[in-house]
């Protein structure tokens, strides 16, 4: 792997221990899948946030990289973490769990992070451009931005892409380069335009192709629906990016005639569908994964206006600060019925503490729930859930 004599100096030492230590995980990756070199990067969206997923032994790892000096040189935000930093009494966390969560918040600040703290960054907080070489970790956000803007990104890990971050470069592989990003299977989908139909979509293809890169034919997402496809497509299966004809911007640059074509139609997305619930009573219905951007908070907003809630089923809104701020008329509709929670989501919090049996109308989250909550699942579609709490 060929490093210019700048990247050789930091890898000898001399731009201090900080930079040192990234690029030698950038290198390690590099050499691990073959790239020829390191190329620039424009932003970095970090994972490994929650204390519930990252532990002590991860709160170490980040309080070594701030002790060693550690910055970020690219415009780099954070994914949830296990609360909402405000309101995270009203989500039955311990304040112990609260008080290592805001360390690790404030060591992700101090190395120049923006701890926004949402999977959806690309809906005002990080918003990379077409062409962009960056380093995303977090499934669903990296497959839309590879995809539906046509930036460039690997699956990247948490400390890989803090990596990247700090050293403001990552390693030139996979789909950082054109040959990498042509489709290899057409997917003739035949669904009805809802957003839980195309999370089924996702969930489906995921399961049938695995890693490969799927060309839809059939379906016109528009961000939302392409938001909860690429990440049921990244948790069933680990698509990191997709082509949908007509709609992303890569669609047209490759030669299709030759790939296999698979239908997925109402059989495929009801088996997809059953085998995801295991409950038909729930304790928590929980919205927002990805998190909800402004169209989807005005859906529900117009959905609950003028309802009243009923029963004990708790209700959870799962979106951005940044979207929450936004949205203000919205959320004095929805917090009638539960609290909207920024910086957090259903999977990250330690909801297993609180809940066993939780709804949800996205199938990345029905498939996370019963694994890294100990849940069992309600996945339908938001009209039906809503049903329970109104
Ligand atoms: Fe986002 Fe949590 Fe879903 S990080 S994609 S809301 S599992």
């Known amino acids: 792997m060929e490093l210019t004599r700048e990247e050789q100096a930091i890898l000898d030492g001399e731009s201090g221990e900080g930079a040192q ?95 926004t703290c949402s999977c959806t960054p690309y809906t005002g907080d990080n918003v990379p451009r077409f062409g962009d070489h960056v380093a995303w970790a977090e499934s669903s956000a990296l497959s839309f931005v590879n995809s539906y803007i046509g930036a460039r990104t690997n699956r990247e890990g948490g400390p890989g892409a803090l990596a990247a971050a700090i050293l403001g470069k990552t390693a030139n592989y996979g789909l950082h380069l054109d040959r990498n990003r042509a ?45 909860t496809m690429a990440a049921a497509m990244a948790a069933s299966g680990s698509v990191a990016m997709f082509h949908v004809e007509g709609i992303t911007p890569e669609a047209e640059r490759y030669d299709i005639s030759e790939l296999e074509t698979v239908h997925i139609g109402r059989r495929e997305i009801e088996e997809a569908r059953e085998k995801l619930n295991s409950t038909d009573d729930v304790e928590l219905i929980a919205l927002g994964c990805p998190h909800l951007t402004d169209k989807e908070m005005h859906e529900i907003a117009s959905l609950l206006k003028g309802k009243k809630k009923k029963g004990d089923t708790e209700i959870w809104f799962c979106t951005s600060e940044t979207v929450r701020d936004r949205c203000s008329e919205d959320v004095k509709v929805m917090e009638q019925f539960g609290p909207v929670i920024a910086d957090t989501c259903m999977v990250v919090a330690p909801i297993e503490g609180t809940f066993s049996r939780t709804g949800t109308n996205s199938c990345k989250a029905a498939n996370y729930l019963p694994t890294l909550c100990s849940q069992r699942v309600m996945c339908q579609d938001i009209t039906e859930l809503l049903k329970v709490i109104q």
Do not use: C
């Open 21 to 115: 230590k990234a690029i030698e995980l950038v290198v390690a990756l590099g050499r691990i899948y073959g790239a020829e070199g390191l190329v620039d990067i424009t932003s970095a969206h970090l994972s490994g946030a929650s204390y519930k997923t990252i532990g002590d032994g991860g709160l170490q790892y980040l309080e070594d990289m701030v002790r060693s000096g550690s910055k970020v040189k690219v415009p780099s935000t954070l994914n949830p973490i296990g609360m909402d930093m405000k309101r995270w009494k009203e989500m039955h966390i311990p304040p112990e769990f609260a008080e290592r969560q805001l360390r690790i918040v404030s060591l992700y600040r101090s190395m120049g992070v923006k701890t």
């Open 183 to 227: 489709p290899t299977v057409i997917i003739e989908a035949d669904i009805d335009g809802s957003l839980f139909q195309h999370s089924l979509l996702g969930q489906a293809v995921g399961v049938r192709i695995g890693s490969r890169i799927p060309y839809y034919k059939g379906i016109r997402p528009g961000v939302e629906e392409a938001k």
